[in-house]
């Protein structure tokens, strides 16, 4: 079954402090993975795509991994900042371009 | 650039009635356009999706309808709404050709609450 599984599924951290969410995925054929982060109230933006080959990818203070062998991914986010508060959504492409979502890791970063 | 709207941005309606939401999206020809539903604490579902003009695939059966009466139009729909049509209703773009690796960019949603 093509499943998308986020972890945690909150978490609260301090301004300035660092933090990674995972992503563990059971899609098949695989094409590429893309994080997507989603302010409350608000569509997704994507931060990240990676292809099979691809094993990190960085977007600013934001890092994603990748490990298609033991198909799983992480999003570092580094030094965050109060506008980093929202749900992060991992999503995983198969090759027929259909798009399996997981149900997202909320961030809270207060003062 | 390009843009994508969405609108209302937020709609009650009472069980029953109809639904009529809209999509449009600027500065792009031909796009594949995506109808997407967020429901609390799960994932976005795929609702329906189009290639082009009048051409519509649907992902799941359902009490909503799409159309696409124009190239960057994309229209969803409901004869009577039902409670569990409640949600966060998603529309997307993506440039036609592109490839999978290329993301789908999404507008802001329309909160709907059915009373």
């Known amino acids: 079954k093509n499943q998308v599984e986020q972890s945690p599924q909150s978490l609260i951290i301090l301004e300035g402090k660092n933090c990674t969410l995972q992503c563990n995925y059971t899609v098949s054929p695989f094409s590429n993975l893309r994080w997507y982060k989603q302010d409350t109230g608000r569509g997704p933006v994507s931060l990240t795509i990676?292809?099979?080959?691809?094993n990190t990818k960085s977007n600013g203070r934001y890092t994603a991994t990748l490990d298609a062998d033991t198909k799983q991914s992480s999003l570092h986010i580094t030094a965050s900042q109060l506008s980093d508060s929202a749900s992060y959504i991992c999503?995983?492409?198969?090759?027929?371009?259909?798009?399996?979502f997981g149900t997202g890791t909320r961030l809270q970063v207060f003062p | 650039s390009q843009t994508i709207h969405q609108w209302p941005a937020t709609l009650v309606q009472p069980v029953g009635s109809p639904l009529s939401l809209e999509c449009t999206v600027e500065?792009?020809?031909?796009?594949?356009l995506y109808w997407y539903r967020q429901a609390a604490g799960r994932g976005l579902q795929l609702l329906f999706y189009?290639?082009?003009?009048?051409?519509i695939s649907s992902e799941v059966p359902q009490n909503l309808s799409a159309s696409r009466p124009q190239d960057r139009q994309f229209i969803l729909s409901s004869k009577k709404l039902l409670l569990s049509d409640s949600g966060f209703y998603l529309c997307?773009?993506?440039?036609?050709?592109?490839?999978?690796?290329?993301?789908?960019?999404f507008g802001d949603g329309t909160r709907l609450s059915i009373l």
């Open positions: 189009s290639v082009g003009i009048g051409q």
């Open positions: 999503v995983v492409s198969k090759w027929t371009d259909k798009l399996i």
């Open positions: 500065g792009t020809s031909n796009p594949n």
């Open positions: 997307a773009w993506k440039g036609l050709g592109q490839n999978s690796n290329q993301p789908q960019h």
């Open positions: 990676m292809t099979f080959s691809e």
